[in-house]
């Protein structure tokens, strides 16, 4: 470089005069001493301009006036700074940005730091959770929002689901939190306005229940004058072919509602309902023994294998339900011949498993999302040939998230399905009672 050339002759200069002095004065090694002690004292005075800039801040408009090899090192500071202001600029344009953006969004949105202290909230952030970004920034967020469900859910760290919660500054309005980690250690803390969902949900409770609990009358009124008419022995044939399909199509519908007033409780019902220790195994064996005809009329192999030493935490009618549904859509769906297992036993995690497997024809892999859905039929002619009403597993996807149990599907086409519902381990229940395989 051009500044370190001219540095190299200026200490070559130097060191000249000093030869040339120590050759005038006879004291060679003194005057080249003092010669370089000064050339050394000048860098160091250029070095303490450089320092003094530096810590005023390194002002761009009062740059020092250094020469020599301390030209350059001020252009590069000076070029690292202008790089650093104009990126510093582009942060602030991008930080303004993302705040106007997350300030004209309708949910609430809040920056956590590392320590649950607020980094930044939106204007939506006032109105539902009573945090203002001007006077709240710096406080840790529990200070704030004193509910003791939103603490657990801070502190547990399992942010894979929302958590609904009411909001501490607005009445009737319900909130669904979610937590998203990004970063060391912030997180963003969206919270959503849900009553009028949750409202449109109750409301559509209460007309299914309504609905179907005025219908049960009336299907029941039909259904006892249908049974009194097809009694009747004078009646001709035509008539009572008549009459038996629409006693058929009546007990269906009388499936269907009493299958909506099964959902509507479910949904509607308190999840802290009373919870006991069920024996499993009798009551799978109990459910098993009214479908043992079935099996036998439609020609399908029932096979059952129970772990015997095994209960559960629950509620014993909604247990039923489950088994009811699952073991009912295994034979019902599948064709005569196949073989249907019912298992019960203990995984390696030491948690209680119930399982349906079949031989059937299986379920391609886009239906299998939605089977829980209400009415939801993979096959919509051969359901309702075969008498269902698309509701058993909706009721048994409900039955599993109150038990905060996992349902998982598992079907191949043309191979078969297999149904497996996995509860919590602290559900899961031992007992000092021999381990027995059953087959029927």
């Known amino acids: 470089m051009k500044q370190w050339s001219g540095e190299k002759q200026r200490f070559i200069s130097v060191i000249m005069v000093g030869l040339i002095i120590g050759w005038a004065t006879g004291y060679w090694f003194i005057s080249v001493l003092i010669v370089v002690l000064g050339y050394l004292v000048w860098h160091l005075l250029q070095l303490k ?57 309708p949910d609430a949105t809040v920056v956590l730091l590392a320590n649950n202290e607020i980094d930044w ?81 109750a409301m559509r409770r209460d007309f299914v229940a309504n609905v ?53 409780r479910l949904e509607s019902e308190q999840r802290d309902v009373d919870e006991d220790s069920v024996h499993m195994p009798s009551m799978i064996s109990v459910s098993l023994l009214e479908w043992l005809h079935v099996a036998e009329t439609s020609g399908h192999r029932l096979y059952t294998e129970i772990n015997e030493n095994l209960s559960v935490q629950g509620v014993e009618k909604e247990l039923m339900s489950l088994v009811t549904n699952l073991v009912h859509n295994a034979l019902r769906h599948t064709p005569a011949g196949t073989e249907v297992w019912v298992r019960w036993y203990q995984n390696e995690q030491a948690a209680a498993v119930f399982q349906v497997q079949d031989s059937g024809r299986g379920i ?23 008498g269902g009403s698309g509701l058993g597993l909706s009721i048994v996807n409900h039955i599993v998230q109150r038990h905060n149990a996992k349902l998982l599907i598992d079907s191949k086409p043309g191979v078969g399905s297999c149904f497996t519902v996995t509860f919590p381990v602290e559900r899961t229940i031992v007992l000092p009672i021999p381990k027995r395989i059953l087959k029927s």
Do not use: C
Request: proline share 6%; aromatic share 8%; glycine share 4%.
């Open 49 to 105: 301009h450089l320092v003094d800039w530096l810590r005023r801040g390194a002002n761009p408009n009062r740059v020092p006036d250094l020469t020599g090899a301390w030209e350059p090192v001020i252009h590069y500071i000076y070029r690292i700074q202008r790089r650093n202001r104009r990126r510093k600029a582009r942060m602030r344009s991008l930080l303004g940005r993302f705040e106007q953006v997350a300030s004209a969004l």
């Open 121 to 201: 909230a939106s204007e939506a952030a006032d109105d539902l959770l009573g945090i203002y970004n001007r006077t709240d920034a710096g406080q840790r967020i529990e200070n704030l929002i004193r509910h003791p469900e939103f603490h657990s859910y801070l502190k547990n760290g399992k942010f894979e689901e929302p958590l609904n919660i009411p909001s501490p500054v607005r009445e009737d309005t319900e909130l669904s939190i979610r937590i998203i980690p990004f970063g060391n250690g912030e997180r963003i803390l969206t919270a959503r306005d849900i009553s009028t969902f949750l409202r449109v949900q």
């Open 212 to 264: 179907s609990h005025e219908l049960r009358t009336p299907l029941t009124v039909i259904s006892g004058y249908l049974e009194t008419m097809q009694d009747d022995e004078n009646l001709s044939p035509e008539y009572r072919a008549a009459l038996k399909a629409i006693d058929q199509q009546s007990v269906r519908m009388k499936n269907i509602v009493q299958d909506l007033l099964q959902l509507s």
């Open 364 to 386: 391609e892999p886009e239906h299998i999302p939605r089977l829980t859905e209400r009415f939801y039929r993979v096959d919509s002619g051969r359901a309702r040939s075969a």
